[in-house]
């Protein structure tokens, strides 16, 4: 089966605390590409970063970071002194061929709630 | 401005009527996605299509159709058959290039009354 695992479904930090949301998927290719997307309250989702299966280094971006471990299968974001304003819903994403057709799969989400 | 345009927002429709979605783009982007999403179940693939008439049941197709006439446009229709249509409806586009990410709409929110 090729699926994203967020296990997380709902996390709530105090603000300016750093907080990990954990995402696990399953594959059969050996080239994939890992996505992660942000949904605030208006509902449009947002992105945030790319990962392809063969480009293992970790990223950071302000206060935002990525851990990409396929010894894990495993692609966590954190985020660093948290703000009230990271409240969302976090999606991790996988894209994959099916049957020659591209299909872009979802986790199904870590809802991530700052309190002031 | 490129985007990509999801209407209505709001819909309302009584049991039993089939609804159409619009989903329109102006990327030229080939590949375009329709998701549903419920509370505590993520985005779930309804359909997908990578060219002009021609598309892909995702996950949870039943109770659902689609067209891809033209290459901006890939309207949803919701059928009397689906047994829980009351959900928010996201549509997203990108290109065939699979190390790129998906525009999405705003997304329409559907009420069957």
């Known amino acids: 089966a090729q699926k994203v695992t967020q296990a997380q479904t709902e996390i709530s930090v105090v603000e300016k605390e750093d907080v990990t949301l954990d995402c696990v998927y399953e594959?059969?290719?050996?080239?994939?590409?890992l996505f992660w997307y942000k949904q605030p309250p208006s509902g449009e989702l947002v992105f945030l970063i790319r990962?392809?299966?063969?480009?293992?280094q970790n990223e950071i971006s302000g206060r935002y970071s990525w851990n990409f471990q396929k010894s894990t299968s495993s692609f966590n974001f954190t985020i660093t002194a948290s703000q009230v304003v990271d409240s969302a819903v976090y999606f991790c994403?996988?894209?994959?061929?099916?049957?020659?057709?591209?299909?872009?799969?979802f986790g199904t989400g870590t809802r991530l709630t700052i309190i002031p | 401005d490129g985007g990509i345009t999801q209407s209505p927002k709001y819909l309302f429709r009584k049991e039993g009527q089939n609804v159409t979605l619009s989903c329109e783009q102006n990327?030229?982007?080939?590949?375009m996605y329709w998701y549903r999403q419920d509370p505590g179940q993520g985005l779930r693939l309804i359909y997908y299509?990578?060219?002009?008439?021609?598309?892909q049941k995702g996950d949870i197709a039943e109770g659902y159709s689609v067209s891809r006439e033209k290459k901006e446009s890939f309207p949803l229709t919701v059928t009397s058959a689906q047994k829980n249509p009351t959900a928010f409806y996201l549509c997203?586009?990108?290109?065939?290039?699979?190390?790129?990410?998906?525009?999405f709409g705003q997304g329409t929110r559907l009420t069957v009354v």
């Open positions: 997203a586009s990108k290109p065939l290039s699979r190390n790129t990410e998906a525009f």
């Open positions: 594959t059969r290719d050996t080239t994939y590409y």
């Open positions: 990962r392809n299966s063969f480009d293992e």
């Open positions: 994403a996988l894209t994959f061929l099916n049957f020659g057709n591209e299909k872009l799969t």
């Open positions: 990327l030229n982007h080939d590949a």
């Open positions: 299509s990578q060219i002009v008439n021609d598309f």
